[in-house]
């Protein structure tokens, strides 16, 4: 079976206009899928050089032309399930930060190139006072890109033209203001002239992101398979779900610059992503961080298992439809569309998604993820939400520590499990507990208790879970 090349695609390369720090598995079947598709369908005609920014020994993806398969499968709009393959064409090479770094800076002479993105982990924008301005590479990637964005600055004698749009893709809020702010802080420390932090301000667009695509990487148990139906090997073949939203915060006129009228990705180019920042986390990751607790107590093990359980199911659209959407300041409509892709979402067959997995720090996860949500409804209606008050009750219920006799494997910091261990004693009415549990304003911030009808609520569901089990306890809703 042939290896999958440039030649034997029949691709030609693109002119290089992106510049992209990171070429792990997310950006490839996120980033550069959607830029594949806008090289097809628009003008946009842009080749993307990526970046290796860490020392690691896994091969590039040179040696295979920079082509490979992003195979993307899930339900569609329809509900229907899905598998598309797709030969991305758009990288044209890989270089590494650690062996060819001079290559790396060459590239900020391109008069052609316009982006700049990346992926180096939520940890990757962060400021390290050892990073010097000689250093080849530095250590950071602020530091990295602070001395591409010099060298592109000289060269083109601080030409406000040459700026770039710079689009990091790293998992923390405000991304895109975070990362100026530490190149900036560069530019100072290393003492280079206030004419190159003026260029940085008014040549260059920082741009804040929320994406969103669940990236499985590459599909080892389905391999020979998958090979088998393509007729060709690929070693850098990346499996992705079907969704995918990529949001921006920036000027309007990324709009044209991404071709959105002539090819409709799912790009929002928006003046203010705090509330798609919210949507996500509230629908989304609120939704997993509510059912779990449930569903496992329910003897199920992964996610989709449990979107097949219809009391579940049930659970999950009155908790989003009635309590949490009604607790989002964004239009409701499309909280709710955005809501049913989630659901989607959860059933794709293709994810394997063990419920434990997602139960990691679960007590830190309902604070960020459901308790604004819930102290909103409260606020607002006066009573607890009874399907958040649900879930709160199974996520205390769930660190007591077993499913029937099982022992459940529990992760949170330490502090945390320590304070069920007494409350694992307790055979009878766990109410103290629960007002106890209600009342950590050193992990909740807030006294819990002092919430309309939450403590006897959470309380009366303990007891029912307890007492009567996950699926009985459950009707009462």
């Known amino acids: ?159 406000n033209d040459k700026g770039l749009i710079l689009l990091p893709c790293e998992l923390i809020d405000f991304n895109g203001e975070k990362l100026k702010e530490i190149v900036l802080k560069y530019a100072q420390i290393w003492q280079l002239e206030d004419e190159f932090s003026n260029w940085i301000e008014t040549a260059n667009t920082f741009c804040s992101t929320l994406v969103d695509r669940i990236v499985t990487g590459y599909p ?64 989304l990751n609120g939704a997993h961080t509510a059912m779990v607790p449930v569903a496992y107590l329910a003897g199920i093990d992964t996610v989709s298992e449990a979107m097949q359980d219809q009391d579940i199911c049930t659970f999950l659209d009155a908790l989003l439809d009635n309590e949490v959407i009604p607790s989002l300041d964004m239009d409701a409509q499309e909280l709710r569309s955005f809501k049913d892709s989630v659901l989607n979402r959860f059933r794709n067959p293709y994810i394997k998604h063990y419920l434990t997995s997602i139960a990691l720090n679960s007590l830190t996860k309902f604070k960020t993820r459901l308790l604004p949500q819930l102290i909103t409804y409260s606020r607002d209606n006066g009573q607890a939400p009874k399907h958040m008050s649900f879930s709160l009750a199974a996520l205390y219920c769930f660190y007591l520590g077993k499913r029937g006799a099982e022992e459940i494997p529990l992760s949170d910091d330490q502090h945390l499990l320590e304070l069920f261990t007494a409350w694992r004693q307790t055979s009878g009415d766990h109410s103290v507990n629960v007002a106890q549990f209600l009342a950590m304003k050193h992990h909740w911030d807030v006294d819990l208790t002092e919430l309309p009808q939450l403590t006897e609520l959470v309380a009366q569901y303990v007891n029912a879970i307890q007492t009567l089990g996950m699926k009985e306890a459950m009707k009462q809703l």
């Open 1 to 159: 079976m042939e290896q999958l090349t440039r030649n034997l695609s029949q691709q030609p390369c693109y002119p290089e206009k992106i510049i992209q720090f990171g070429e792990g598995n997310f950006l490839r079947a996120f980033f550069d899928w959607q830029i594949d598709l806008l090289n097809e369908h628009t003008d946009f005609n842009a080749g993307i050089t990526i970046v290796r920014p860490i020392d690691a020994g896994h091969p590039k993806l040179d040696s295979q032309g920079g082509i490979y398969t992003a195979l993307v499968r899930g339900i569609n709009e329809a509900g229907e399930s899905v598998a598309e393959p797709r030969v991305i064409t758009a990288v044209n090479r890989e270089l590494l930060a650690y062996g060819e770094y001079d290559e790396v800076l060459r590239v900020a002479e391109n008069p052609e190139l316009e982006w700049v993105v990346s992926n180096t982990t939520e940890a990757g924008i962060c400021f390290d006072e050892q990073d010097e301005l000689g250093a080849m590479p530095p250590k950071s990637f602020p530091a990295k890109l602070t001395q591409f964005l010099y060298r592109r600055y000289q060269h083109f004698a601080g030409d």
């Open 220 to 283: 080892k148990d389905e391999i020979k398979a998958i090979e088998s139906e393509f007729g060709y090997q690929d070693n850098f073949l990346v499996a992705a779900e079907y969704f995918y939203l990529f949001v921006i915060q920036g000027p309007d006129w990324l709009k044209d610059k991404f071709k959105l009228a002539q090819c409709p990705l799912n790009i929002a180019i928006v003046d203010d992503i705090k509330p798609y920042k919210e949507r996500k986390v509230g629908i």
